[in-house]
């Protein structure tokens, strides 16, 4: 996968949980869930974290149901990400080389694929502090998809009252990517242009 793009490690989050502070409720699995539905546009600011490289890079995530996602990383990056509701497209214009899957088989398939059931797919997991929500989702009939692990803070003023801070991928190879995001705005116009590959994308 272009520059290790779905994988970093625990250490820079602590997504995996150890003993709860305080014991998650039965219904946050449900808040989360309709957090992320309640989501129709999101512009944010990102940085990434490879486990693998420990390579650090930032950028602007930009969101927009159903499943449509765009990295876009700092100037020098040559990687470009960008998910049209139907296939996730990874670009890297460093080796002129595009890689592209139907978004259901990519770890992101829990965020950004409107027929993957969160319900379905996603465990509770205690959080170390007893403030976050954690959600693990795994298709286990299909461990080649990955793992995602999203943490949520809880926020009146996000959608559903949660707000999506970050999230950990691990792939079929075991490499690890972990996303924190920040200054979320919601609501914003994205226009679908926003989230096609251009045949020129090499050269951007």
Known sequence: MAKGLLVAGPAALSLYAAPACAQ??????????AALREIETLRADFTQR?????QQVSGTISLKRPGKIRFQYQRGYPVLI???????TIVDSEV????????????LG?????AKDVMQYGKLM?????????????????????????????KVSAPGGLELM??????????????????????????DSLFRVLNNSFGR
Request: glycine share 6%.
């Open 82 to 88: 960008v998910s049209d509701g139907k296939a996730l």
């Open 50 to 54: 490879s486990e693998s490289s420990g």
């Open 24 to 33: 998650a409720n039965d219904s946050d699995l449900a808040h989360a869930v």
């Open 166 to 191: 970050a999230w950990q991928t691990t792939d079929a190879q075991n490499r690890r990517t972990t996303i924190r995001l920040a200054n979320h705005r919601y609501g914003i116009p994205l226009e």
């Open 110 to 114: 829990a965020l950004l694929n409107p």
């Open 126 to 154: 205690p959080s170390p502090d007893g403030q976050s929500v954690l959600i693990r989702v795994e298709d286990r009939s299909h461990p080649e998809y990955g793992v995602m692990m999203m943490s949520f803070a809880r």
């Open 96 to 107: 002129k080389q595009t890689q592209r899957w139907p978004i259901g088989k990519s770890p």
